[in-house]
């Protein structure tokens, strides 16, 4: 039998909760296709600063490294939130495994499930469609640049203004453009052909190069794709204007961060968006939403988005593709016949049928 080493990342808030409905699914599909899952558990954000004093402990990026793929929930809450820079953040633990597995590709999936339809704010016949893949730099510009805050003396005197002074850095490398473009080009050919790249290049100098370095890559290598730039101001836009019209979408780190929530709420929720960062080796998948302090231990939040980055994992980690469809149409079903929980529920529809968090998985695993 196949034993795959999982290392699981339950973090804090909703996280415990909604990845044991991840690992319950993975146990069934196991079950079903002969395989074993081996778990271990680590400490990631705000927990392991509780622990340890850091968001990442070197021993859970060992224990990372040491699996065949890394499950994680969500991370951060008000109990550790400061502008202090010299105090921790939780935050600091997923950018620091991104940095540290060297995740650069961060490809989001927005679907829309059809009975979910309502579920999304905008109208029926304009997410009539929307199949599109968000392709995410991931380990470079804004999030990993050179950043400072200078207080008041130091600060002062600059431009003749006191006060408190601050900069972060959006920098890029042309090898980082280069391996993520390629990500974007090869998902594209894989679904409908064709890629819009995100940039600012009427404004930012890291836009123009980003533009160049695609456009290069592109022309001599894969002209079979379409390729339209867009600018993100109003690729904002248009993403709730015409959404059916996107296929892939690649956007450097911090574009790619907003645009995501954005297109989630096209599908209804954020608690429906799932994700998986790729690399060179071990990949780590995680849902696209937080760890929703607010409603954590009520055992109502939605697995949906940990469960379907499970289905991620068995995808690009296992290439069991006849496992991951089998999530995509069991979630579907349950969807199909109802369920739902308080994120996804409409309540003009009195047909819907209520669950919590447990209780969502345990219908998943019965439509395997
Ligand atoms: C995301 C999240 C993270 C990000 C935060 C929690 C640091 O918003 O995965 O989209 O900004 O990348
Ligand atoms: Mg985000």
Redesign the pocket.
């Known amino acids: 039998m196949t034993t795959y080493k999982i290392c699981l990342l339950p973090g804090d808030g909703i996280g415990p909760e909604i990845i044991a409905e991840g690992v319950k699914v993975l146990d069934a599909v196991g079950k079903k296709y002969g395989m074993d899952f081996e778990y271990s558990e680590a400490l990631l954000g705000g927990c392991a600063i509780d622990e340890c004093g850091t968001a990442l402990p070197d021993e859970t990026l060992e224990a990372a490294k040491a699996s065949d793929a890394v499950l994680l929930a969500a991370?951060?809450g008000p109990k550790w939130d400061t502008t202090d820079p010299d105090k921790p953040r939780p935050?600091q633990g997923?950018?620091g495994i991104r940095k540290g597995l060297g995740l650069y590709t961060?490809l989001r999936p927005v679907q829309i499930f059809t009975s979910l339809a309502d579920a999304s704010t905008l109208k029926p016949e304009v997410i009539d469609g929307v199949d599109m893949m968000i392709v995410r730099e991931?380990t470079g510009g804004l999030?990993f640049g050179e950043r400072e805050r200078f207080y008041d003396e130091e600060g002062a005197g600059v431009d003749g203004k006191s006060g408190q002074r601050a900069y972060d850095t959006l920098e890029y490398r042309e090898y980082e453009i280069d391996r993520i473009a390629r990500q974007a080009f090869e998902a594209a050919r894989k679904r409908r052909g064709k890629v819009h790249s995100v940039d600012k290049a009427n404004v930012l100098e890291t836009s123009r190069m980003w533009r160049e370095i695609v456009h290069r890559i592109h022309d001599e290598e894969y002209a079979d794709v379409e390729l339209e730039d867009i600018l993100v101001d109003n690729c904002a836009m248009q993403l709730i204007n015409r959404p059916a019209d996107f296929d892939v979408v690649i956007t450097e780190?911090m574009f790619g961060?907003i645009l995501?929530?954005e297109a989630a709420q096209i599908s209804g929720s954020l608690g429906m968006l799932a994700?998986a960062s790729l690399g060179d080796g071990v990949a780590l998948y995680?849902p696209?939403h937080?760890s929703a302090p607010d409603i954590a231990g009520k055992g109502i939040a939605n697995p949906l988005a940990q469960i379907l980055s499970v289905q991620m994992m068995l995808q690009h980690s296992f290439n069991m593709l006849d496992a991951a469809n089998d999530i995509q149409r069991a979630i579907t079903a349950v969807l199909d016949k109802g369920y739902r929980t308080g994120d996804i529920a409409d309540a003009s529809t009195p047909s819907d049928k209520i669950v919590g968090c447990s209780k969502m998985g345990d219908l998943v695993v019965e439509n395997l």
């Open positions: 991370v951060g935050e997923l950018l961060n991931l999030y780190n961060d995501s929530d994700s995680e696209s937080g």
